[in-house]
Nanobody, 128 residues
């Protein structure tokens, strides 16, 4: 089982940028697709971004497309989320997650049901 720990959250101004990081321990992420989700008060947990095991393909929610960028560094066993042009609606607890292995969820990146390892989250607060 992989253990994940997010960092980089905090209080940021609308329009500003912040970079979230997710560090893994327990096993390498080199063969595992990864994702970022967020959970805001009064809303359901939602998909933000995903990336394949080798970083060749990325996937984004429509609400963040063009503003957020997910990346990974398998040599460092980390996944990052660059968040630009932050809006008030981006305020949430952000979680990184490891995609399930095996054929059942193969190619499915948008649902939390296809992730089985989660970090504790990092809070992003946006002021305006």
């Amino acid at each position: 089982q992989v253990q994940l720990a997010e960092s980089g959250g905090g209080l940021v101004q609308a329009g500003a940028s912040v970079r979230l990081s997710c560090a893994a321990s327990g096993r390498t992420l080199s063969s595992t697709a990864m994702g970022w989700f967020r959970h805001a008060p009064g809303k359901e947990r939602e998909f933000v971004a995903g990336i394949t095991w080798n970083g060749v393909s990325t996937y984004y929610a429509d609400s963040v497309k063009g503003r957020f960028t997910i990346s990974r560094d398998n040599a460092k066993n980390t996944v990052s989320l660059q968040m630009n042009s932050l809006k008030s609606e981006d305020a949430a607890i952000y979680y990184c997650a490891a995609h399930k292995r095996g054929p059942y969820c193969s190619g499915t990146y948008y649902t939390s049901e296809c992730y089985d390892s989660w970090g504790l989250g990092t809070q992003v607060t946006v002021s305006s």
